[in-house]
């Protein structure tokens, strides 16, 4: 007689946030998917909907408020997860009904809380789970996250005490898995956690044994510089983001000039005047790091930096804020995102005297966006008439001229962060992932235009 096969429960999955909460997102349905559970693109069609939060700023709350609404009026069997779980008494006094909350990393507490819920269908016909667990990116990029938590305590965030301090993965871990994601697929590497820099001081940058087909049973360090190394092997773009400016990030910068990693970074530099980073607690707060970026360039001159800047700190003066403007004249920064500093609930910066009126943070904002996009555009207009390596994420239909266009991105471009390169004239054999020549035609304040260059 034939084996009845049951059918899964499904899931539902709303993720909100940072890349960092994406990627547990794609470390809960991994596991729940090698537990025999489908997922649901649609709350009609779930059994269960998870919504995994962002507690970040007030204004994410609320974000994951209305999330947590939606999925209940829809649906109305709602798990919530990730940094909001922590506040669960206020998630319970608004929607009562929810059938658990747990908080960020608790992994098995979200999946238990899945299996009561939805008690899973178990048998030898479940599906497998892919080589590289399932991704919510696409196929084409993977986030890697190498560390969980943070030690420093800068005034304005809440992180440390949602997250705990530093707790770094073991670096034959984290190779492993890139090397799985590389196999399957992945060309474009983006390296994340809270401090990339810091990855490793836990665990006393102790070596592992890196098996695997590109390891062959070598030594690495847990220490960025040793991974930074090890990753440029894999033979695919390999991002950093979250680094802070400690001095062995010296180290990377000549890996970037021979092409080994990307040369890109992600620095959030916050602040640069000394008073206001004094008062942020930043780390790696120092008055070199302006020569410090010089002597980059000068290794490396195609490095991209991308950055954000609060504006309206408690204290900030017009001369704090206009000495911002001044160093980011000098430091040319590429790529910079602003944000009108926001009271955390629990953030020791909520205590500071010298509060700046909204319509004050408002025009600080205003200048700031005008200062870095005039920037943007000129070292953008720089690179027309070059010819640059670029990743193809999305191909449009042909036009009435039979023209196809695509939605690319040059190695100065992280995914969803930043701008893009829009090509024209591309040949029908080219496929979302493929990394190709194109020249550049145009440019405006974020994003490139050309046409791959034919041969
Ligand atoms: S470095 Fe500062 S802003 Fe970043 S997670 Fe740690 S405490 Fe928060």
Redesign the pocket.
Known sequence: MATAIPSPPKVGMVSLGCPKALVDSERILTQLRSDGYQMSPDYSGADVVLVNTCGFLDSAKEESLEAIGEAMAENGRVIVTGCMGNEADTIMERFPEVLAVTGAHQYEDVVTAVHAAAPAARGAFVDLVPDAGLKLTPRHYSYLKISEG?N???S??I??SLRGDLVSRRPDAILREAEKLVANGTKELLVIS??TSAYGVDIRHQPQIWNGPIGQGREVRAHMTDLAVALGELGVWTRLH?V?PYPHVDKVIPLMAEGKITPYLDI?FQHAAPNVLKRMK??ANEAKVLQRVKNWRDICPDLTIRSTFVVGFPGETEEDFQYLLDWLEEAQLDRVGGFRFEPVEGAAANALDGAVPEEVKEERYQRLMEKTAAISAARLQAKVGRTLPVIIDEIGAPDEDGDIGATARSQADAPEIDGNVFLRNISADVAVGDIIDAEIEDADAHDLFGAPVTV
Do not use: L, N
Request: glycine residues 0%; contains cysteine.
């Open positions: 943070c420093h305590r800068c304005f965030c992180i440390p809270q401090d979250y802070y959030p930043r780390p």
